[in-house]
């Protein structure tokens, strides 16, 4: 401290010296005190002033020594800052002594490292103004430089000199350790100084020198990046003219970069995209906004143009950004979207011309400047047919229709006829556009190529056309992609097919499923029934929405719920796949079948189970089947046939009782004897060879022969011989069985194929052989007639005298009749009470008529019978003679058929011979019965109704429904023209039912609309009422049309109810019970028995209208009003109701009110009208009442 202020210490001592001398002076001067006092004083203020001194100087001392260790403290702090900032700047620091040694700080030392350590010299000597507490480490300048790498040792060592020689500062850089070591960089910077060492600094500049050398790898790796890669890197200026190009440029334009700078963006690009990038220039412009993507498409050197993705980006006042080339995946991508999408139409059942069409427009959107059109093989694959071309005029496409596929039909036709790619690059110069060279040029059109369209099998089927507007040839690359654009239609166009033939496989397998002859059914795991086909349905009696309620176990039958359980478990698990099992069902009707169930489970593609497929197979004839196996082991030992079983070497194995009791041998005797000649046969060996062959060929042999027992009898027998194949041989089974009986039955059986079992005369089938032959055998002159007699009213005598009389009476006339001919005359009985005569070899027709009236004289009297009384019997005789009325026998029998029933409807007991007129009346008959079937099918028919009346107050109360036939060409015909014939065809059972259904139907109307009726009478013919489902068609009607009952009433004639009475009983017993009313149409022209009438469960007798002409107020000439009189007590006797039919005059009336009779009908109140005429008739009475 003193060393360092002596100035300014001894200034303060001089003032404080003179300040001191000169201030007491004064006072002892001015005190005026004595010489001794002043002396006394002198010495102290001496003292005084030392000591005054001395404290000064120990404060002021003090003062230095405190400010001298904060500046220590102060320093040492600064040193402790140096000494950290140095090791985070890796810095050190050295100087030289007088003896030029390198000292080096305790931070040097660190970063120079332990080599330079180990080379310290000794630190004696060394300068004490030192700025480092830490003891400097000595080294040679030599030492230093064996530190630093091989290469820089010279370098450095000239600096050092030329430093030593010329002061100044230097600073150099040099690498720390050797080619072994890792090395690091050191910048070294030294200062002469005035006293002649140097001072200096040492650094490590790794840390920088390595980010130096990755920012420099940096640079050259983007300048290379730019430089080599694959995108164009771009800048511009907000305005787009391009200010930087990288060299990826040309390689992709073709374009010189230096011609290309200071060009605008837009002028580069397709003009279709040109407004859209001026746009986006604006907005980058405007700071609208920052960066924007695209896909556009760049205009090549030669024309093309090629799709690159644009990235620009704003980077102050430029623009910075890239061009990629994404052609190839541009492509890919749209080929991949065209993929899709017609993935998506076909899945959307599109057509095919629409998808054709979807698959052109996108080939043409990524390349605007095609024209594609796809042309498909109609199905004898001569001729094109264009199926899309969405952009080429109509006038050509016709001139395309069907183009023949040959070489010279254009590209397309020329394609698919090589099947393979064809172009044209100049179509006025190519001579397979001879035809259609002009169409082309309409369209604009002057070159082309087209690829073939094939199918799976590599056959064209179609073509694939695309056109230009210029003469061209396509690259390679565009033909690759149209090439899948082509595969892409063929696979659109197989996969509609595919999916039509999927369409059609599924149809046979929903139809398989439907109609399979087996049941298949889904179960789900709740073992409900999903799903069932039809015949599963009709095998359980079930119908599906049945099934769907009930699950398998309702089904099963109880003793069998358990069997399964176990496979079901298994299959549940995973363990097995399916399971097989056999139980049985219990039907809808009770019955119980046994099944065959093939079980699968489906499972999901996680393997979680889903449902069951149920295989069923009715098995109950199997089972059957089986248990018929176990009895044909019993059938083999108790069969009436003989049964022998027979080795691979014909010899016996076994043979059944029955065979040893035919052939008269025990088994002993028989088993293991050849059977190559039957034992006992009675055949040459030929035969038996032949036989043999026949089983070995065939199979089987199966043959009549005689068969001799041992003790010489022989017998007929039917012997079959099959061929059987066991597990281990094959052996033989002969069945033998004994045909005596059954060759007695046949001769009996031949004689009644041909004769009447009654009347032992020739049948049918007997007189019609005869009569063939007799046709074959007659002359140009010769002639035959056939006679067909029928027995007038025999079905009254089997009704009233029983069969057995009846069967008596058929004999005596075939007796009688036999009586009448000749011996060579045939006689047969060909039907009930028909008989068949045939008269050969006639010279005169007259001839018949005598002969028919001598049978005609046999019947006049009465015939004589040993079981009853004497019975009178009229014939009706039709006679046809050949060639005239026929050249066939079946001929010849109808005719005379159409003879005899002219008799019989002429009145009976006469005979007509057969005549043309008959043919034609039968052909009438035929046309009727045809348009009768047509007007059923064309709802021809109509109904009317005829009002019924209370007689006593004139009141209707019910209406009776009677059929008309409204003909379209011949207009209204007749009933009795039509039901007769109803009736014979059998066509009257679905009139009568169409009668029943409108008459409910228009009862119900009238019901509604308020009319006050209670009957509707419907008649029922003969046919109908012995239909068994009668009471079920009634009932059914009834109930549809919501009809009480008691207001139908049925009619049914008096023959119909006689007919058959206990059928006719049970029939009418049905009917009641449905609660419907029963009425007698007509009675009193039948043969009733009042006995039978009695049981009835009748509610009505109906006067047939024949008794209301000439009925008057006596009993009259025709006993007419006694009849009706009776018919009215009779009714009112059996307590049933009488209405008289017929009633046309009020004097009619007034009888019949005078008898009693409660209803009636007929002109006298209306005709029969239609139900709109009805309706109104019946409320004008009603208010006329």
Not at 244 to 253: C, I, K, M, V
Not at 268 to 295: C, K, M, P, Y
Not at 321 to 327: C, K, P, V, Y
Not at 897 to 907: C, I, N, R
Request: aromatic letters at 8%; proline letters at 4%; hydrophobic letters at 40%.
């Amino acid at each position: 401290m003193l060393n360092s202020h002596p100035l300014r210490l001894a200034v303060l001592y001089a003032l404080i010296s003179i300040v001191w001398v000169t201030t007491s002076d004064y006072l002892l001067e001015h005190l005026n005190l004595n010489h001794v006092i002043v002396s006394e004083l002198q010495t102290f203020k001496g003292i005084g002033f030392v000591l005054c001194i001395t404290v000064l100087l120990y404060l002021y001392a003090r003062r230095g020594e405190l400010a001298q260790a904060r500046l220590i403290a102060d320093l040492q702090q600064r040193t402790d800052q140096l000494y950290q900032a140095q090791a985070l700047a890796k810095l050190g620091d050295w100087q030289t002594d007088q003896q030029g040694r390198m000292l080096w700080s305790s931070q040097a030392i660190t970063l120079l490292g332990r080599p330079l350590l180990d080379k310290a010299l000794p630190s004696e000597g060394l300068p004490s103004d030192d700025l480092s507490d830490q003891s400097p480490q000595p080294t040679s300048l030599t030492s230093f430089l064996d530190c630093l790498h091989p290469d820089d040792r010279a370098f450095v060592a000239k600096t050092f000199d030329t430093l030593n020689r010329q002061p100044g500062q230097v600073s150099v850089t040099a690498r720390l350790g050797n080619s072994s070591e890792a090395l690091r960089w050191l910048v070294i910077e030294g200062k002469h100084r005035q006293d002649g060492r140097v001072f200096g600094t040492v650094q490590d500049i790794t840390d920088h020198k390595r980010a130096e050398e990755a920012l420099l790898e940096s640079q050259r790796r983007y300048r290379d990046l730019v430089e080599y890669a694959p995108v164009v890197v771009f800048e511009s200026d907000l305005a787009g003219r391009w200010q930087f190009l990288s060299p990826a440029w040309e390689r992709l334009t073709g374009k010189a970069t230096a011609n290309s700078l200071g060009e605008t963006m837009p002028e580069h690009f397709h003009s279709q995209e040109v407004q859209q990038l001026r746009q986006v220039l604006n907005e980058f412009r405007d700071r609208a906004r920052q960066t924007w993507s695209g896909i556009l498409r760049l205009c090549l050197k030669g024309g093309d143009h090629r799709w690159v993705a644009v990235d620009i980006h704003r980077v102050g006042d430029r623009l910075q950004g890239i061009l990629n080339d994404i052609h190839h995946e541009f492509q890919a991508d749209e080929l991949q979207r065209a993929r899709n999408a017609v993935l998506d139409e076909l899945l959307g059942r599109q057509s095919k011309r629409s998808i054709l069409t979807g698959i052109a427009q996108r080939l043409e959107n990524l390349y605007p400047e095609m024209r594609v059109i796809i042309q498909l093989a109609d199905a004898s694959r001569q001729f094109l047919r264009v199926s899309a071309a969405p952009s080429l005029p109509d006038h050509y496409l016709s001139a395309l229709e069907n183009t023949p596929i040959t070489a010279e039909s254009g590209t397309c036709g020329a394609a698919v006829h090589r099947n393979g790619l064809v172009i044209s690059e100049n179509i006025e110069q190519d001579s397979r556009w001879q035809d259609l060279r002009e169409a082309a040029q309409e369209a604009g059109i002057r070159s082309g190529w087209s690829l073939p369209i094939r199918d799976e099998n590599e056959e064209a089927v179609g073509a694939f056309g695309v056109y230009y507007r210029t003469p061209m040839r396509p690259e390679r690359e565009t033909i690759s992609l149209v090439t899948e654009f082509a595969r892409l239609a063929a696979l659109a166009i197989r996969q509609q097919r595919q999916d039509a033939e999927r369409h059609e496989i599924e149809q046979r397998f929903r139809a398989t499923f439907e109609h399979a002859a087996i049941g298949i059914t889904l179960i789900n795991l709740d073992l409900y029934w999903m799903r069932c086909n039809q015949y599963f349905c009709t095998m359980v009696g079930y119908t599906l929405d049945e099934l769907q309620t009930r699950t398998v176990l309702d089904l099963t039958h109880p003793a069998d719920l358990a069997l399964g359980h176990d496979k079901a478990e298994a299959l549940l698990n995973g363990t097995v796949d399916s399971y097989e099992l056999q139980n049985r069902y219990i039907c809808k009707n009770g019955q119980t079948i046994w099944v065959d169930l093939d079980v699968t489970l489906i499972r999901n593609t996680r393997g979680q189970p889903q449902y069951y497929i149920a295989v069923i197979e009715d098995i109950t004839l199997r089972k059957q089947q089986e248990q018929s196996l176990r009895q044909a082991a019993a059938l083999f030992e108790n069969s009436l046939d003989g049964i022998v079983i027979l080795d691979q070497q014909r010899c016996v194995l076994t043979a059944n009782p029955t065979f040893q009791t035919l052939c008269g041998q025990p088994v002993k005797t028989l088993r293991g004897a050849r059977m190559d000649i039957p034992l006992g046969g009675r055949q040459d060996a030929e035969f038996y060879r032949t036989l043999w062959r026949t089983v070995q060929r065939h199979g089987i042999w199966e043959g009549e022969m005689l068969w001799r027992r041992p003790n010489g009898m022989s017998f007929p027998c039917w012997l079959v011989i099959t061929r059987i194949k066991t597990q281990k041989q094959r052996q033989y089974v002969m069945v033998l069985r004994d045909t005596s009986a059954l060759k007695e039955s046949e001769a009996r059986l031949a004689h009644l194929a041909h004769f009447d079992p009654l009347t032992n005369l020739p049948n049918r089938l007997l007189a019609r052989t005869r009569l063939e032959h007799a046709v074959k055998r007659m002359q140009a002159d010769d002639q035959i007639a056939v006679i067909l007699l029928d027995l007038d009213h025999f079905r009254t005598i089997n009704e009233s005298y029983g069969h057995p009389l009846g069967d008596e009476v058929l004999r005596v006339v075939a007796r009688i009749l036999k009586a009448s001919l000749r011996n060579e005359d045939t006689l047969a009985r060909i039907g009930g009470d028909e008989f068949l005569i045939i008269i050969e070899s006639l010279d005169r027709p007259e001839e018949i008529a005598s002969l028919v009236q001598l049978i005609r004289q046999r019947f006049e009297t009465p015939l004589n019978l040993a079981e009853s009384d004497e019975i009178f019997l009229n014939v009706s005789l039709g006679i046809s003679l050949y060639p005239n009325d026929g050249t066939t026998a079946d001929e010849l029998i109808r005719n005379a058929d159409t003879a005899m029933h002219l008799a019989k409807s002429q009145g009976r007991d006469t005979y007509r011979f057969y005549t043309q007129a008959l043919t034609e009346r039968a052909r009438r008959r035929l046309s009727l019965e045809s348009r009768l079937r047509m007007a059923l099918q064309r709802d021809d028919f109509v109904l009317h109704y005829q009002p019924l009346l209370e007689v006593a107050s004139g009141q209707p109360f019910g209406v009776e429904a009677l059929v008309r036939w409204q003909d379209p060409e011949h207009g209204m015909i007749s009933p009795a023209d039509f039901i007769p014939l109803a009736e014979e065809t059998g066509l009257i059972i679905p009139l009568g039912l169409w009668v029943l259904e409108q008459a409910c139907r228009q009862m119900r109307q009238w019901l509604d609309n308020g009319l006050a009726l209670n009957t509707i009478a419907v008649n029922l013919s003969p046919r109908q009422f012995a239909q068994a489902d009668l009471p079920q068609r009634i009932a059914q009607a009834l109930e549809h049309y919501q009809l009480p009952a008691h207001m139908l009433e049925l009619e049914i004639t008096e023959g119909t109810l006689m007919e058959n009475v206990e059928a006719t009983l049970s029939s009418l017993a049905m009917l009641k019970a449905l609660g419907v009313r029963i009425a007698v149409d007509d009675f009193g022209t039948g043969y009733s028995s009042l006995a039978y009438l009695r049981r009835f469960p009748l509610d009505k007798l109906k006067i047939d209208q024949s008794f209301m002409r000439d009925i008057r107020n006596d009993n009259g000439e025709h006993g007419n009003q006694a009849i009706a009189a009776a018919i009215i007590a009779l009714g009112h006797g059996l307590q049933l109701e009488v209405l008289a039919e017929g009633v046309e005059t009020q004097e009619q009336l007034d009888v019949m009110r005078r008898l009693g009779c409660q209803q009636c009908q007929g002109y006298l109140f209306s005709r029969p009208l239609p139900p709109d005429a009805l309706e109104s008739w019946y409320r004008e009475r009603h208010r006329s009442l």
